[in-house]
């Protein structure tokens, strides 16, 4: 039953970065209303300073809980609780996860390639095009959806640099300051 469950456990989340993605394109970034949407064009505009993660964490902790019981009492009858119950903990930690990580690029600089180019991808979605780079922690469903976007170069704005600046990180410009020679 557990290795089910386990098996189940990351399969919820393996599915964790299509709902980010989906979730990010089309309702923080959607026509419609909703208070997510709301707490999101918030965070564009702040996007230079550190949020309170553990504080969005607790705050989404009931929409969270909610969905987790929804989705094992859905799928409960057809797969057996402990998969259900499995699935929804992947999400749950999953989101987690992904609250997480999306914390780190706004709370500190890169320091390796790797990281150097997911801080151009998320921040160009802020200070370049908020129409791509959709997955908060992956390019994958922008590569699959067309929304994928990753320049040279992401040009910060000045008067909005996040903290972690120190005036020359590999992949980032200043909006208006002079070349360097």
């Known amino acids: 039953m557990w290795a089910g469950a386990l098996g189940w456990m990351v399969g919820g ?35 230079h300073t550190e949020g309170d ?25 057809f797969v057996g609780f402990g998969r259900a119950l499995g699935l929804a903990t992947g999400l749950a930690c999953g989101y987690v996860a992904i609250t997480l990580s999306h914390a780190r690029m706004h709370e500190r600089a890169p320091r390796n390639p790797r990281e150097e180019w997911m801080w151009r991808f998320h921040f160009h979605h802020h200070y370049g095009n908020a129409k791509a780079n959709f997955g908060l922690t992956s390019p994958l469903f922008d590569l699959l959806f067309g929304t994928l976007e990753v320049p ?26 002079a070349p360097p020679s």
Request: no cysteine; net charge positive.
């Open 13 to 47: 989340l393996s599915t964790t970065p299509f709902l980010d993605y989906a979730w990010h394109a089309w309702i923080a970034h959607g026509r419609r209303g909703n208070p997510t949407r709301e707490d999101h064009l918030e965070h564009h505009r702040t996007a």
């Open 152 to 177: 040279d170069q992401v040009a910060l704005p000045r008067g909005v640099l996040p903290r972690w600046w120190r005036g020359n990180h590999r992949g980032f410009t200043v909006r208006g300051a």
């Open 53 to 77: 993660k553990w504080g969005e964490i607790r705050n989404n902790a009931p929409r969270i809980g909610l969905a987790s019981l929804a989705v094992t009492a859905t799928l409960t009858p």
